[in-house]
């Protein structure tokens, strides 16, 4: 996860990637599975699956590694990766049709929930090199009782690149509070437009019911060649330029008194928010960023 404070910001280190290459196959269909999120179990090491199901893995990965393959509407893969064949299947899931409905009738209703104020936001987080994501969780309210049918989310974003892929989960909050099953079982794949601005994901097609648990909303970063974004900056400690990569887009955040509220997917788990130091933007600095989503509900 890579931090942006205006023109400041928090890299993490480089990896070089391994030459040769993978295939994530569907085990039903045959067809390739795109934008597949991989990593190294227990460690912050892992890769994206291009469009066409290919992946390569960093040279940092080794035999006696296991590699953890997530993706919406399928199973998790897991092998050791000594045991990784040039080809690997992953069993998509089939579910029951109770978390989603057919819409019927016109809606009249519409409820908007979270705020947030473009002019007012100046913090940033960008993807890093291995497989991440940001979740805000929106708890219910009764008042949901009206609107129970989420059908877009809006999110203010930045992207220094044209066309970049991200991919947005909608998850129910497990037993211990974290992000947990997807109440929405299929991919998710927006392509964001270049430049700073508020992007709607249209969810209309279908009618998503609000859990009674809460909805954590997650931005998924890909890590493909498409989207990675080449930064120089210059290293106060090493005292050399240097060139690093990340990941875009960028989503804009709004800074919180609570940490409970927002979690980062890294190193192949779930953790809270850390809080946010910085002495170039003071209304942050001692607070915890939350991501600027907006949720449209309607009955």
């Not at 928090?10 to 067809?31: C, E, H, R, W």
């Not at 699956?49 to 199973?75: C, H, M, Q, W």
């Not at 974003?157 to 079982?185: C, T, W």
């Not at 090493?238 to 609570?258: A, D, R, S």
Request: hydrophobic share 40%.
């Amino acid at each position: 996860m890579i931090v942006r404070v205006i023109s400041f910001m928090m890299i993490l280190p480089i990896s070089l990637f391994a030459q040769k290459k993978y295939k994530l196959v569907d085990a039903t269909s045959g067809n390739p599975i795109p934008f597949v999120n991989i990593w190294v179990k227990n460690q912050n090491v892992g890769t994206s699956s291009s469009k066409n199901g290919i992946f390569e893995l960093p040279e940092r990965v080794y035999f006696s590694d296991t590699l953890v393959f997530s993706a919406v509407g399928y199973f998790d893969g897991i092998i050791l990766f000594k045991n990784l064949a040039d080809t690997f299947l992953m069993m998509p899931r089939t579910y029951e049709l109770g978390e989603i409905m057919v819409k019927a009738g016109e809606r009249k209703k519409q409820l908007w929930i979270g705020a947030f104020k473009r002019n007012r936001i100046n913090l940033w987080y960008a993807g890093s090199q291995q497989p991440n994501m940001m979740a805000g969780f929106f708890p219910y309210k009764a008042e949901y009782f009206q609107t129970p049918c989420l059908i877009g989310i809006e999110m203010f974003l930045n992207s220094y690149l044209p066309d970049v892929k991200v991919n947005i989960r909608l998850m129910k909050p497990d037993s211990a509070g974290f992000p947990g099953e997807n109440v929405f079982h299929r991919s998710l794949v927006m392509n964001i437009r270049k430049g700073k601005h508020v992007q709607y994901l249209d969810l209309s097609e279908y009618s998503i019911i609000f859990p009674p648990e809460g909805l954590f909303v997650a931005l998924e970063w890909i890590v493909i060649p498409e989207n990675n974004y080449q930064v120089d900056y210059f290293d106060k400690k090493t005292l050399q330029n240097k060139t690093v990569p990340f990941y875009q887009p960028e989503i804009g955040v709004i800074p919180l008194e609570t940490n409970d509220l927002t979690y980062m997917y890294t190193g192949g788990s779930w953790r809270k928010i850390w809080k946010h130091q910085s002495e170039v933007l003071p209304k942050y600095s001692g607070k915890y960023p939350f991501p600027a989503f907006r949720l449209l509900l309607t009955n």
